[in-house]
C-alpha cells in the first residue's frame, strides 16, 4: 500500500537537545520530515510494517535475515552512550515473517531466519528503533516483519554492492511479489542513512569547545567529494518514482549513484534497490516525494515516500502539498527557472529540490 525512507541517526529525536543547538535546524527538519511520512503511513493503514535495516542481527552466510519466532521485538535508540531513554517495543508477524522468509528461499535467495530464545522479544536498537518510535501510532494495530541485510559492515557493504547487484535486484522482486499476493495491507519501511564521508568539521562542539565525540567518524574523519554527487543522485531518483517510467528496474539509481557507492559509503544503498524493484512490482503507481534532506554531521540523512497521490495529498497538511502534488509532474519546466523562497532550510529546501528533480 505504500513505502517510505526513514533515517536512523538517533539525534532527530530530540532537536531541542542542548548539545544539538549547532545543529538543531538541520535535526528539527527531519524531526518534521519523519512526523509527516508517519501521517502519510497512517493514511495508508497498513496491516504490517515491513521494515529492512542494514544493521540489525546478521547470521554468517547468508545475504537477508528475516526475524522469525518472535511475536514481539524491543530496545532502544541507544547511539554513542546517548538517546538510551528512547525505548520502542511493537508486535511482530511470526506467520508473515515465515511466509515471506519461504519465498525468498523459493527465489533462490540467500535467506534464512533469525529467531530470539523462546517466550523473549527479538533485540532492537537504533537502526530499527529510530523510525519505529516516530510510528508508534501506526504499530499500535499494525504488525512489524524485520528484515536485516548482510553485510554488517557498511565499508564492505559499499565495496561489494555492484558484484551483489543481480541478487539484492531478485530480493526486491520477491519482496514485492510476495506484498502484492498479500491478503494483508503491506507497507514498506527503508531504514538508512546516506553518505558517511562528509567529515568531522560538521560536529557540534562539546562544553570544553572541542567537538562532541558523539558526533565524530573515526574511520573516516575527512570529507569526501563523492558525498555530495552520491546524495543529488540518490534525492534525484527518489523524487522520479512515479514520474519517470523509463528507468527500468533500478537502473537509474545504479548508473548515477554506484560507482560513487565505495567512496560515499551509504548504508541504505541495498534498501534503496530493493525499494524500487518491489515497487515495481507490487505498486508501480506510487509517486515519490522527498520531504527532507539534510547533512547536519559526518552523515546525510533524507525522509522520501512512495505514496499513491490521493493519500499524499490527504495526509499532508497545507504546508507539505507542494512535496507531494503529482501536477507538478504534468508541468513543463525547460526553459524556465523557478525561485523558491527560503529555499536554504526545511521546507523551503524540499521544496527547491522537488523542483530542481522535474
Known amino acids: 500500500c505504500g513505502a517510505a525512507i526513514m533515517p536512523h541517526g538517533a539525534l532527530i529525536l530530540q532537536p531541542d537537545r542542548p548539545e544539538l543547538a549547532e545543529i538543531a535546524a538541520d535535526a528539527q527538519q527531519l524531526h518534521d520530515a519523519c512526523c509527516a511520512a508517519a501521517a502519510a503511513i497512517a493514511a495508508c493503514a497498513p496491516d504490517i510494517i515491513l521494515l529492512?535495516?542494514?544493521?540489525?542481527?546478521?547470521?554468517?552466510?547468508?545475504?537477508?535475515?528475516?526475524?522469525?519466532?518472535?511475536?514481539?521485538?524491543?530496545?532502544?535508540?541507544?547511539?554513542?552512550?546517548?538517546?538510551?531513554?528512547?525505548?520502542?517495543?511493537?508486535?511482530?508477524?511470526p506467520s508473515g515473517a515465515a511466509s515471506l522468509l519461504a519465498?525468498?528461499?523459493?527465489?533462490?535467495?540467500?535467506?534464512?531466519?533469525?529467531?530470539?530464545?523462546s517466550g523473549y522479544d527479538a533485540p532492537l536498537r537504533w537502526g530499527e528503533a529510530v523510525p519505529?518510535?516516530?510510528?508508534?501510532?501506526?504499530?499500535?494495530?499494525?504488525?512489524?516483519?524485520?528484515?536485516?541485510?548482510?553485510?554488517?559492515?557498511?565499508g564492505e557493504r559499499c565495496r561489494t554492492a555492484a558484484g551483489r547487484l543481480p541478487?539484492?535486484?531478485?530480493?526486491?522482486?520477491?519482496?514485492?511479489?510476495?506484498?502484492?499476493?498479500?491478503?494483508?495491507?503491506?507497507?514498506?519501511?527503508?531504514?538508512?542513512?546516506?553518505?558517511?564521508?562528509?567529515?568531522?568539521?560538521?560536529?557540534?562542539?562539546?562544553?570544553?569547545?572541542?567537538?562532541?565525540?558523539?558526533?565524530?567518524?573515526?574511520?573516516?574523519?575527512?570529507?569526501?567529494?563523492?558525498?555530495?554527487?552520491?546524495?543529488?543522485?540518490?534525492?534525484?531518483?527518489?523524487s522520479q518514482i512515479g514520474r519517470d517510467r523509463i528507468i527500468g528496474r533500478s537502473g537509474k539509481l545504479c548508473k548515477d549513484a554506484l560507482e560513487l557507492l565505495p567512496s560515499a559509503m551509504c548504508c541504505g544503498f541495498d534498501g534503496f534497490v530493493m525499494l524500487h524493484v518491489a515497487l515495481q512490482k507490487a505498486a508501480p503507481e506510487l509517486v515519490g516525494a522527498v520531504l527532507a534532506h539534510a547533512v547536519p554531521i559526518y552523515f546525510g540523512m533524507m525522509v522520501a515516500t512512495f505514496l499513491p497521490p490521493g493519500v499524499a495529498s490527504a495526509a499532508a497538511s497545507p504546508r507539505?502539498?507542494?512535496?507531494?502534488?503529482?501536477?507538478?509532474s504534468a508541468l513543463g519546466f525547460d526553459g524556465r527557472t523557478v525561485l523558491v523562497s527560503g529555499a536554504g532550510h526545511g521546507f523551503g529546501r524540499a521544496i527547491a529540490l522537488a523542483f530542481a528533480s522535474l
Request: aromatic share 8%; net charge negative.
Open 103 to 117: 519465498a525468498l528461499k523459493d527465489a533462490g535467495c540467500s535467506a534464512a531466519g533469525l529467531s530470539a530464545f
Open 320 to 328: 507539505h502539498l507542494e512535496l507531494t502534488a503529482p501536477a507538478l
Open 52 to 93: 529492512y535495516t542494514p544493521h540489525g542481527l546478521i547470521a554468517e552466510g547468508v545475504d537477508m535475515n528475516v526475524y522469525t519466532g518472535s511475536s514481539s521485538a524491543s530496545g532502544t535508540c541507544e547511539w554513542m552512550g546517548a538517546w538510551a531513554n528512547y525505548a520502542v517495543k511493537v508486535a511482530l508477524d
Open 167 to 238: 541478487a539484492t535486484e531478485v530480493m526486491g522482486a520477491t519482496i514485492g511479489e510476495w506484498a502484492a499476493a498479500s491478503a494483508s495491507r503491506v507497507f514498506l519501511l527503508i531504514s538508512g542513512d546516506l553518505a558517511h564521508v562528509h567529515g568531522n568539521g560538521r560536529a557540534p562542539r562539546a562544553a570544553d569547545g572541542t567537538p562532541d565525540p558523539k558526533f565524530l567518524n573515526p574511520k573516516y574523519p575527512d570529507a569526501d567529494d563523492s558525498a555530495a554527487p552520491f546524495e543529488a543522485a540518490v534525492l534525484s531518483w527518489a
Open 132 to 154: 519505529l518510535l516516530f510510528l508508534r501510532t501506526v504499530t499500535a494495530s499494525a504488525k512489524v516483519i524485520i528484515l536485516s541485510h548482510a553485510p554488517a559492515n557498511t
